[in-house]
């Protein structure tokens, strides 16, 4: 176990540490099996999973199956104290995991953590993998509500926020809530209510560059959301187009005045009521009271009746008194006061009278100050006895019947034809006559707006004009593109002419007469150098096997030596020996002469002893006998003595001359060899002193041959080389030539591209500016709406407009009328009833209608979207929508759906290898950049997903991308605090920019522009410029108090909208940085969201 897991250990403290104090590990008394995939797994999938998974197995561990786990030797099943797994989760053998100060957030496990892990290693280390179950969504915590996703609507006027699974969509010009976007099927349940939109947290959003269209990230899934067109709910057959209408407040009845009768309609049914009849002449006007109880009409003779709704009795102007007959004067408008006690007519003479109104009409008074017929009247819904005139001098007039004075003068700037005041009274409106509408300050008279034009109109010519001037700037690039390439091109032709008249120069010159010299030169040095070598070869060879020779003589003499000196020896002691030897054996033959003697003398003693006769004689000759034997005794016994030394001395003598004979053999042997060595060596050595000689000389040739080489190939080569040089010159100059020829020639296709681009964008702009001019048709109606915050008006262009009562600024346009607009009014509850030249009158509800269009994806396992659909991106004409989404830490996809039937049509699966944060399609959508946790920003060709630029060297996370309209320069940005500009051209990076302390979080261009808006954890949003080098801040958006999330722009940078962890939604004037709106997240009040357990 122990030697299996050194590798596993030494490349772990790669990326662990040193092991700290162990970790506790609680007590657990359990009986129950310890379930691998629901209760270990989610323990490694928080901790360990990032860094030891199938994609990312760092140091080759693998924790997402026990079989993984077994495979890496990291348990020893039933013994966790043997266990690697358990010994480094616990921190007592190193490397103590997960490691401290980790980049994935991984936390030390707890007690509890540990004990179950060392439960399951007791039990055998067993479990499997199962399919997923269905996620069973939860309730989330009231006030779970940071923004993580936003996005306005390309004209400005939406801005959405994702805050956990609710998608709150605000109105920006009038700061208002218009709605959370609700999944009805989520509400079936009975889980949720009102306001969720997923069951999982909004991770993304993006608005359709038609901005009707939104599109919203969860887990597994994308929704996609449609803001309905204002249409008519009901509309009327009025039969004429000559009618005068008005609206009462509650909404429930129209009144058209047309001839000398007012028609009376019930909206809800649809049809006339009734009819109210008194007037003798045409009606000029008509009005409700503000308790929807009465009707008044004025008339051409100056005819004025007021007639109760409920029984249809009329009210009339009491007589003259008697001897008073003034004439007649045509009422131009009416209008009720005082809660309906009291009427105003406004007269041709200039005047305003005043009537009490009771079961008749009696004059109460008179509002005098205009120098011309008084031709529209509005009653001040917030103070009941005051009105507001226009008349034809060309001002409108505040009044107050309560005393008949004037309150304001506002200088209208051309006879009135209507006028309306906000239910707040802080606004009026007026039409000048077959002009405009204009809007007022209620306070001080001041201008507030002329409400003209058409906002889509001029939002659309001003588009126009953005892409006219980026056109000029594409010309402008390309022009000096083209010139760059055009010089390019001069100068790479130029080079070819340089180098080809170089060549013909180099070749003029004497080459091969040189190159003969050179080569002939070259032949005579290989021969030299041939012959010096064998020479030198033959002298080495026999220097060799003369160094050998003599040292084998000099070897045989000193042998020689050795023998001759030793054979002296032996010659000596052999001679000494020779002399011992013939001595002893002189000695011996002496001793041998004395035995021979002795016997003689006892043969002679014995003839005696026979010869004697008497015992005397006997005796004496017995006792000669006796003493010549004991003579032989001794005698023999000398002989013996001597000649046995006799005979060892003449073997020593023997010996030694054998031995003498020997090494004298030897020494003449030697001496032999010795002569036979020297002779050998001497005539080796001659031979090699006449080699030596040979090979010197031929040394000395070669030396010279080299020389004449040399300066053969000096002279060779100082012709040659240029020559060379000039070939190579030309090759690569016309090869420089083709590619700056194909160059100039894509920057001429571009510079036609871009000049044909400008002249279209022009023609368009121009159109569009010239169609501006037929936009401002006359103006016949105006209204306010029930809540202020807007006005309405309608006229000739058969539009309905509404106008925010702010700043004036148009919000919306309705279509539905096909004829003139001359009638407005807005109901308190909201509604509006329009009346048209198209005989008909119109319900409308002007409220913003959201709803569900469709689902991409299953939000269930069988999902083509992969975990959380963590980035969204519209193509520029809004047919495509793609979804980055990935597991993390496995895979990084791209989705690519069709708006027209929600079919995915495109699949890049492998693009990334973790989680997708951030997509933008390029400007004619067949190309995409992506970036994603792999740190890794790329672009793919979408026609066949192959990957055309990968952008490495972000060092964390790509939290997201933005790509500039002309396509030239990819931005990215990511947790590694930075800012990177990429070269699309070259696939290079161009520059880069740290941005604060935190995680650069998201990226968007602004327009067509080189200015873009990123946002940060460091509470920071920012819009900088980014050229093809490193980017440079423009401005700071100030207000956000904590990380900051998302951001997003409108389409010509005057809106920017970010939102963070503080839930708050920030909305900025993207120009000069001023605050726009802030949108605070609702304080909740139940649990009405929801989202993965």
């Known amino acids: 176990m122990i030697r299996t897991l050194i590798p596993y250990a030494a490349a772990l403290l790669a990326v662990g540490t040193v092991a700290q ?36 197995a760092k140091a080759d561990v693998i924790l997402e199956t026990p079989q993984d786990i077994a495979e890496a030797d990291l348990v020893v099943p039933g013994k966790p104290m043997d266990s690697f797994l358990f010994l480094t989760a616990t921190h007592t053998e190193d490397p103590a995991m997960p490691p401290k ?27 499997e993998i199962r399919a997923a179950r269905k996620i069973e969504w939860q309730p989330l915590p009231p006030g779970l509500n940071p923004i993580y996703s936003v996005a306005v609507s390309p004209d400005g006027q939406y801005a959405a926020a994702g805050r956990a699974n609710q998608i709150f969509v605000y109105h920006i010009p009038s700061k208002t809530l218009v709605t959370r976007l609700t999944d009805p099927a989520l509400i079936k349940g009975g889980k949720y209510k009102d306001g969720v939109s997923h069951q999982d947290l909004v991770h993304s959003l993006a608005f359709s560059p038609s901005g009707d269209l939104l599109a919203s990230g969860g887990y597994r899934e994308v929704k996609l959301w449609r803001r309905l067109p204002v249409r008519a709910a009901k509309s009327l057959n009025l039969g004429s187009d000559k009618g005068i209408q008005a609206v009462s407040g509650d909404g429930k009845w129209l009144a058209v005045a047309e001839g000398n009768a007012i028609k009376v309609y019930d909206l809800a049914k649809g049809s006339a009521a009734k009819t109210l009849a008194g007037l003798k002449a045409s009606a000029t006007s008509v009005a409700f009271s503000a308790d929807n109880t009465k009707i008044a009409a004025g008339a051409e003779d100056g005819g004025l009746l007021a007639w109760t709704l409920a029984d249809g009795k009329a009210a009339e102007a009491a007589p003259p008194a008697e001897g008073e007959a003034p004439k007649p004067v045509k009422v131009n408008a009416v209008a009720f006061l005082a809660e309906g006690k009291q009427l105003a007519a406004a007269q041709e003479n200039n005047l305003i009278a005043v009537y009490n109104v009771t079961d008749k009409l009696e004059a109460a008074g008179e509002l005098k100050g205009h120098t011309g017929p008084v031709t529209a009247l509005a009653a001040v819904p917030s103070a009941p006895t005051q009105l507001v005139s226009g008349a034809n001098d060309s001002t409108v007039r505040h009044w107050d019947a309560n005393g008949f004075k004037m309150v304001r003068q506002i200088s209208a700037g051309g006879a009135v034809s209507t006028v309306a005041v906000s239910p707040d009274g802080t ?52 022009t000096g593109n083209l010139k760059t390439k055009t010089d390019d091109h001069k100068k790479a032709d130029d080079r070819v002419k340089k180098a080809d008249e170089a060549l013909k120069k180099a070749e003029a010159m004497p080459i091969a007469e040189k190159k003969k010299i050179f080569e002939e030169t070259e032949t005579a040095r ?24 003599d040292t084998a003589a000099k070897t045989a003499e000193a042998a020689t030596k050795a023998a001759v000196d030793g054979a002296k020896a032996p010659a000596t002691d052999a001679a000494n020996k020779a002399k011992g030897a013939t001595t002893k054996r002189t000695a011996a033959d002496n001793a041998k002469k004395a035995l021979d003697a002795a016997n003689a003398a006892l043969k002679q003693a014995e003839d005696k002893l026979k010869a004697a006769g008497d015992d005397a004689a006997k005796a004496a000759a017995q006792k000669a006998v006796d003493a010549a034997k004991g003579k032989v005794a001794s005698a023999d016994q000398a002989f013996k ?7 060892t ?32 060596a001497g005539e080796t050595q001659k031979k090699r002193d006449e080699l030596n000689k040979q090979q010197a000389d031929a040394k000395k040739k070669f030396d010279e041959s080299v020389k004449k080489v040399t300066a053969a190939e000096t002279e060779y080569k100082k012709l040659e080389e240029p020559r060379q040089q000039a070939a190579n010159e030309l090759k690569l100059s016309k090869e420089a030539l083709v590619k700056a020829d194909a160059a100039k020639k894509e920057a001429e296709g571009q510079k036609a591209t871009a000049d044909k681009q400008k002249t279209d964008a022009d023609a368009a702009a121009k159109t569009a500016k010239d169609g501006l001019a037929q936009v401002d048709k006359p103006v016949f109606a105006v209204a306010f709406s029930a809540d202020s915050k807007h006005v309405l008006t309608g006229g000739e262009d058969q539009l309905i407009h509404i106008w925010n009562t702010a700043d004036g600024k148009e919000t919306e346009v309705v279509s539905g009328h096909k004829g003139t607009v001359n009638a407005l009014a807005v109901t308190a509850e909201g509604g509006l009833v329009s009346g048209s030249m198209d005989k008909t009158a119109a319900i409308w509800n002007l409220a913003s209608e959201w709803k569900l269009e469709r689902t991409l994806g299953t939000g269930n396992q069988d999902s083509p979207i992969v975990d959380r659909a963590a980035a969204l991106a519209f193509s520029n004409d809004g047919k495509q929508l793609a979804v980055g989404s990935g597991e993390p830490s496995r895979s990084g996809t791209v989705h690519v759906f069709t708006m027209a039937d929600g079919k995915n049509t495109k699949n890049l699966l492998e693009v990334h290898s973790d989680t997708v944060m951030g997509l933008q399609f390029n400007a004619d959508g067949t190309q995409i950049a992506s970036g994603a946790a792999d740190k890794f920003a790329k672009i793919s060709n979408l026609a066949d997903g192959k990957i055309l630029h990968s952008f490495e060297g972000h060092t964390h996370h790509v939290l997201g991308v933005a790509w500039q309209y002309n396509g030239r320069i990819l931005a990215s940005v990511g947790a590694d605090n930075e800012i990177k500009v990429w070269n699309v051209v070259t696939g290079e990076r161009a520059g880069k920019v740290a941005v604060g302390s935190k995680e650069v979080t998201s990226i ?29 801040n423009v401005r700071d958006f100030s207000g956000a108090t904590d990380y900051v999330y998302s951001c997003s722009v409108s389409a010509d940078g005057n809106v920017i909208v970010a939102g963070g962890a503080d839930a708050v939604l920030r909305v900025w004037n993207g120009t000069n940085g001023q605050s726009l709106a802030t949108f605070e997240a609702p304080q909740p009040k139940t649990s009405e969201v929801a989202t993965k357990p």
Not at 533 to 549: G, N, P, V
Request: glycine fraction near 4%.
């Open 21 to 56: 104090a162990a970790l506790p590990v609680a007590s657990l008394n359990r009986k129950t099996p310890v379930d691998f995939q629901d209760e270990i797994l989610p323990i490694f999938r928080a901790n360990c999973l990032a860094c030891h998974n199938q994609t990312k």
């Open 526 to 549: 290989v021969a030299d150098e041939k012959n010096y070598e064998k020479l030198k070869s033959d002298y080495d060879a026999i220097l060799k096997t003369f160094e050998e020779r």
């Open 427 to 478: 606004r009026i409106a007026l039409v000048l006559t077959g002009k405009n509408a204009r809007l007022f300050n209620a306070a001080n008279g001041q201008l507030v707006a002329d409400l003209k034009g058409n906002r889509q109109s001029t939002e659309a010519s001003a588009a126009k004009n953005r892409f006219a001037a980026y056109a000029a700037a594409e010309v402008t690039f390309h």
């Open 101 to 127: 100060d980790n980049k994935s957030g991984a936390k030390d496990l707890s007690p509890q953590q540990l004990a179950l892990i060392k439960l399951w290693i007791e039990q055998g280390a067993k479990g």
């Open 641 to 647: 003595v001597a000649d046995t030394a006799a005979k």
């Open 1004 to 1032: 968007h261009f602004v327009g067509y522009t080189d200015n873009a808006v990123v946002t940060a954890g460091d509470n920071r949003v920012r819009r900088v410029s980014v050229p093809m080098g490193n980017p440079r």
């Open 649 to 680: 001395a003449e073997q020593a003598s023997t010996t030694a001359k054998t031995a003498a004979d020997k090494a004298k053999a030897a020494a003449d042997a030697a001496t032999k060899v010795s002569t036979d060595k020297r002779k050998l």
